[in-house]
């Protein structure tokens, strides 16, 4: 699929650029994004390169996954990233993401998923689409609540993480 970019009323979601690694580089260096996401840990700035420069296009390639910087419109600071992947259920997606910490409690992540998650109904024609986060993992489950998931209940040995696992997780479908 050609790389896209949507925009809401803040923000825009736009395919990482190389020189986005920085930023990318910068976030991922909070202890709260290493401990809830897969982003290794230590985080190095080889791990932002790979990850703006070849994951991130090569996923757009291979229709594998989307991911997109979430970037504030009156300034143009990624305030967080958020992928869309697909799963190997038909039809079936799953939406991650994670804040920088300067821009957490401002709705911009909730604002995000929303916008991805109509264009993944209507653009990709998904059936469904999952949020999966690791128990105890609240900030992102407030994120997916408000965005309109509903809680299907817990998932045992859902999410391998950092070679740990597979460690329970939430499931959910807006």
Known sequence: MEPITLT???LLLRPFRGGDADEVHAACQDPD???WTVVPSPYT???AELFTRKLSPGGWQDDSMYNFAVVLRDGGA???ALGINRRNLHDTYEVGFWTAKKHRGL????E???AAAHWTFTS???DRLEWRAEVGNEPSRAVARRAGFRMEGEQRSGLLNKGVGPVPGLSTAP
């Open 107 to 110: 709705g911009y992540m909730t």
């Open 33 to 35: 994004i290493q401990r």
């Open 124 to 126: 990709l024609g998904g």
């Open 78 to 80: 990624v305030a967080g």
């Open 8 to 10: 809401t009323e803040r």
């Open 112 to 114: 995000a998923v929303r």
């Open 45 to 47: 700035h080889a791990d």
